[in-house]
């Protein structure tokens, strides 16, 4: 919950970006953000969780979780507004900005994976609305608390 606050507070402030959701990537691009009552405006930012891994110790059961976060960023081409190239463009370096801040900041870069590179793929949504841009999986490890002595149960 910590990571996916900190990535809506950016997705607020960046000048560029329009719309935050976050829900199953089976989803993207409904028209209704989490109240259930706003639609989702372009260009916006989507965030799934991929997937989790445990870090299993030889000692204490598991020592820590990796989280890996899908981020996609979407925009919709417009004849009048804007061209592939440019669609395409924009949600790049918007993606590039939430990777930067991920990186960098310091609530988030104490669990980003050290050393990892992301790797940038391009996406297109032609089944709800047409839109495209770019989606990536970024990895956070995160401490796991208990050990296999102290497990809340």
Not at 102 to 122: A, N
């Amino acid at each position: 919950n910590n990571i996916t606050d900190k990535l809506e507070e950016l997705a607020e402030a960046h000048n560029m970006v329009n719309g935050f959701a976050v829900g199953d990537i089976a989803n993207i691009g409904d028209d209704k953000q989490k109240d259930d009552s706003s639609k989702l405006e372009y260009p916006y930012v989507w965030v799934d969780y991929d997937s989790i891994t445990q870090g299993i110790g030889q000692t204490r059961g598991t020592q820590f979780l990796i989280y890996t976060l899908r981020l996609v960023v979407l925009d919709k081409y417009t004849p009048s507004s804007k061209n592939t190239m440019e669609v395409m463009s924009d949600t790049a370096g918007i993606l590039n900005d939430f990777i930067q801040y991920i990186s960098t900041h310091s609530d988030l870069k104490e669990f980003r994976l050290s050393g990892s590179d992301v790797q940038i793929l391009p996406v297109r949504d032609n089944e709800k609305d047409g839109a495209e841009g770019w989606t990536a999986l970024i990895p956070f490890k995160i401490p796991y608390q208990f050990c296999a002595t102290n497990l809340p149960m």
